[in-house]
Every structure is written in C-alpha cells, then in structure tokens.
C-alpha cells in the first residue's frame, strides 16, 4: 500500500472512530440519523456504479434508503418497524413500477429501473437499519438498560468484522499464495481467509469478556461471544466479496472517492451490510438460552 494512501487512512481512521463511537453511545436517534445519511450516500454511490445510472429512479431509490433507518429509530422494536417498513418498501415498490411504465417504456428498460432502484435502496438504507435496531435491543426489553449497553451490542459485529478484516490482510499479505477467487477480488487468498476468521473468533471473544456479560437479557459469555463471531466472520467475508462483484461488474475501483484512502460507503461497510443484521437475528434467536 502506497504510503500517501495509508497516511490518508490512519488520519480518517483516527478522526471518524472516536465520532462513530461517539454517536453510538449518544443514542439512537443519533444513530438513526447517521445511518440514514450513509444510507443516502451509499445508494447514490450505488447507483452511480455503472454508467447508465439514469435508469434508475436515483432520487426515490435514495430517499428510500434515508427513510427506513430513520424508520427504524421511530419504530425500534422490530416487530413494529417490519409493519412500517414492509408498508413503505411496498408502496415504493408499487411506485416505481408505475413510473417505470409511464417514463421507461419502451426503451427505457422500465424492468432495470424497478429493479435496480429497490436494489440500490435496500442493500444501503434497508441493511443499515439493523444498526439502529442492534443499537435500541436492550432498550426494548428490559428496564436495566443503558447506553453502554446499547453501544457494547452494536460495536460488537463491527468489532468482529474490522478486526477480522485486518488479520485478513496481515495473513494474506505475508503467507498468502493460494487465491480465494480470484475472478471477484485477486487480492484475496485463502489464507488470508482462515486468518480473518481467527481474528474474528479471537476479537469476539475478547470483547464478549469485556463488555458484553453484563448486557441485560443478552448478557454474552467469552464462550459464546467466540461462537456467535465465527458466522459473523463468515458472513462478513461474503459480504466483501459480494461488494466486489459489484465493482467488478461495473469495472471500477472504489465506489467512490468519499472517504480518502478508504473509498465511498460502500468499500467502507461492505462486510457491514451484512454482518449487522446477521448479529441482530442471531441475538433474537439465543436470547431464550442466555
């Protein structure tokens, strides 16, 4: 990596993760509307991958994407949010068909444009609401609760996640040989893999020991904070590779130029995307054996 770009990453690194842990632990309103910014941006960083981006419905696809985590901070119980959400994602969808059918055909590739705006929405705006959901969990079910609370359950799967990345690249940038695909993402080795997922299971680990036992009703031993970080490392690598397809497809680089040495959105919570909400649904499903 050139020295100027990992300058470039240290110095956003060292500015943007004290005010993100900042603003998780304010709350989640706070949360809420930063997601719903990073939501925004990364559906426009989405649909402005390919050079025909005009076929989607950029504005309503991005407004969308806005909307639901702020949605999601409204309405945190997951019960209630899925009720509106699901309302709105419908009405949303049932409007873009209409407008494909009115200003896409018969040459305006009406399918692409449904498809892509309610892609581009859901994959951004969509997955980041679990961040306020994770954020909110304690909150909804017991009265014990407090903001670390709150806080410690939403770093975790980000913990895990960036953690195993950084192993990822030490491993597969001094043993790695053996590509993983090497189609997707040339840089990524199998090694590198295996060395993401020790790094996932051991950051899970630790950071369960330290700051998750006392969460109420989701209290986490190290035991089985090492447990839960295996999927979320798993998950976490397919959701990197997943944004790779997409950058491949559309033959650039980075999704943008947003954050120096980092890329856009997208590059930055890749992994994200989908590690949050499998960590949300995870909490849900052995809540009953805590």
């Known amino acids: 990596m050139p020295r100027r770009e990992l300058t470039s990453r240290l110095m956003v690194a060292a500015v943007g993760i004290p005010l993100a842990v900042f603003i998780i632990y304010w709350g989640v ?7 719903a910014a990073a939501g925004v941006l990364g559906a426009r960083e989405y649909y402005h991958l390919k050079p025909d981006d005009t076929v989607a419905f950029r504005g ?19 019960r209630a949010f899925t009720s509106w959400a699901f309302g709105l994602v419908l ?6 068909l209409a407008l ?4 896409r ?9 449904a498809s892509r705006t309610i ?3 859901l994959y951004t705006g969509g997955a980041l609401s679990f961040w306020v959901l994770l954020r909110a969990l304690p909150d909804q079910v017991s009265n014990e609760a407090t903001a670390i609370h709150g806080a410690a359950l939403l770093i975790f799967p980000i ?31 199998i090694v590198g893999a295996i060395g993401g997922l020790v790094g996932s299971v051991l950051a ?3 950071f369960a020991r330290l700051w998750l036992s006392g969460v109420p009703e989701f209290g986490l031993s190290w035991q089985v904070g090492a447990a839960l970080s295996v999927p979320i490392a798993v998950v976490g690598q397919v959701g990197d590779l997943a944004e790779s397809v997409l950058k491949r497809d559309a033959g650039v680089k980075d999704s943008s130029h947003l954050l120096p040495g980092h890329g856009g959105v997208l590059d930055r919570l890749d992994a994200l995307f989908f590690t949050v909400p499998l960590t949300y649904a995870l909490l849900l499903l052995i809540r009953p054996w805590l």
């Open 29 to 35: 309103w706070p949360v809420g509307v930063l997601m």
């Open 105 to 113: 055909w018969p040459d305006g590739r009406p399918m692409d444009a």
């Open 100 to 103: 494909s059918l009115w200003f």
């Open 60 to 78: 309503l696809g991005a407004a969308l994407a806005g909307v639901l985590p702020l949605m999601a901070a409204l309405y945190p119980d997951y």
């Open 204 to 206: 899970g680990g630790i």
């Open 119 to 121: 892609m581009g929405a």
């Open 159 to 189: 913990w895990v996640t960036w953690l195993g990345d950084t192993f990822a690249y030490g491993c597969g940038s001094r043993w790695g040989r053996t590509k993983l695909i090497e189609a997707v993402s040339p840089n990524k080795t």
């Open 91 to 96: 009405g949303t969808v049932l409007l873009v």
